[in-house]
């Protein structure tokens, strides 16, 4: 095993687009490190330059404590699980396993161990005879992860391994990719798309966004401390709602009314003007219930309900509102950033599978007033926040759109 050290890593292309603009990450021996982000991030390049399949422009890349930019991909010891399995389909499960031993000259008796330790921790015993067309989709991933294995290699990297399962077999796989991690205690770093492979899998999270790193933090620091506008719509379902906002003193003046927030906050944002208020949809609840009974009434908006959709445990109910054109045009870009989640003018709040609201009616709703977060608009910045314990790293807060260099 191994740590794995991106140091001011570039990759441009011949028109001169930076597919990876100056990312910096520090993945620590063992640890499980989640890349995420929208398509065209630059997420699987950074991948790519890891294993050495993609050449690097500029910055280092150490594997352990050997730089390795101008090492082939069979020189660095790393193994890979991609995304259509790449297994081979003439071979049975037990051959595919042990085709990296055959490739190194290791003698049938120990390939024949290892591919069968490998076989019983992955569940695969059964199956060894079998060939891959015989197999679901996700019996055929645990092949591919038991090649991995075998390989006894510094690191796994894994690009979106689950993006072909249905969503229960996703469910299902992730369990077992962290159960297999934390027992082989392997260094990993794991490509994916999918916000909730990235907050239930990884030690820690480094949110991408057209090259740039925008934040890296553990999944609860991303969560609860999102550096900017961008990482919060991006981490949480539904995503976080976003409206204007000012503040005149401790008061957080809303489309649907004014609440009271704490002073420490309104600080932050004092004489800022227009704002981006941001607050999840888990942190509304009906003023009716429990844990909202005994709050202050600054603390409550009626609002007229638009559209409810009711889930059994949970229900959401949207809520529409106006917004000037400065935010109107943030969210809108904010959106396609997020490939389409919609984040535009309209609130959404998850309330009890028991609440009975119905489309048309005026409901009060409550507001966690401590939740809140403030945006700038114009940077995207969270200022409600302290980006350096938040995960976020300075050295990258003016190079945001910044072109790489040659």
């Not at 949480?236 to 906002?245: C, E, I, R, Y």
């Not at 917004?323 to 919609?342: N, Y």
């Not at 977060?373 to 300075?394: C, R, S």
Request: charged share 25%.
């Amino acid at each position: 095993m191994a740590s794995i050290t991106m140091n001011h890593i570039v990759k441009q292309y011949g028109d001169g687009f930076p597919a990876v603009n100056d990312v910096t990450i520090d993945v620590a021996d063992g640890e499980f490190m989640i890349l995420v982000g929208p398509s065209g991030c630059g997420k699987s390049t950074l991948l790519r330059m890891i294993v050495g399949l993609e050449d690097i422009t500029s910055g280092d890349m150490l594997i352990g404590d050997r730089r390795v930019n101008d090492l082939a991909p069979r020189d660095r010891n790393l193994a890979m699980v991609f995304q259509n399995y790449a297994l081979y389909p003439h071979l049975t499960v037990f051959e595919n396993i042990a085709f990296p031993l055959r490739l190194a000259g290791v003698e049938d008796k120990v390939v024949r161990a290892q591919v069968e330790e490998a076989a019983a921790t992955l569940e695969l015993t059964e199956h060894l005879d079998r060939k891959p067309a015989n197999l679901s989709g996700g019996q055929r991933q645990r092949v591919a992860m038991g090649r991995a294995i075998v390989r006894n290699a510094d690191a796994f990297l894994f690009d979106e391994p689950l993006s072909n399962l249905d969503a229960k077999l996703r469910g299902q796989m992730r369990t077992e990719i962290s159960r297999l991690q934390k027992r082989l205690g392997i260094t990993t770093v794991y490509v994916t798309h999918d916000q909730i492979e990235a907050m239930t899998l990884g030690d820690r999270v480094a949110v991408l966004k057209r090259g740039l790193l925008q934040q890296l933090a553990t999944p609860r620091e991303l969560y609860d401390n999102p550096a900017n506008l961008f990482v919060a719509g991006f981490i949480g379902s539904p995503p976080m709602n976003f409206m204007p906002a000012t503040v005149e003193g401790t008061t957080l003046k809303l489309p649907f009314g004014d609440i009271e927030i704490p002073a420490e906050k309104a600080q932050r944002v004092a004489g800022k003007g227009l704002l981006i208020a941001g607050i999840r949809p888990e942190n509304f609840a009906e003023s009716s219930a429990p844990h909202a009974r005994d709050v202050s009434a600054a603390n409550t908006f009626s609002a007229t309900v638009d559209v409810v959709e009711w889930l059994g445990n949970e229900t959401y109910a949207y809520l529409p509102f106006d917004a000037p054109a400065e935010v109107q045009s943030q969210l809108e870009d904010l959106e396609k950033e997020l490939d389409g989640e919609v984040v535009r003018t309209q609130l959404v709040i998850t309330l009890d599978g028991s609440s009975r609201v119905r489309e048309g009616d005026t409901v009060e709703i409550w507001i966690d007033a401590t939740k809140v977060h403030l945006f700038d608009p114009a940077t995207t910045e969270n200022l409600t926040v302290d980006l350096e314990h938040a995960g976020k790293i300075p050295a990258l807060q003016d190079a945001q759109e910044s072109p790489a260099a040659p």
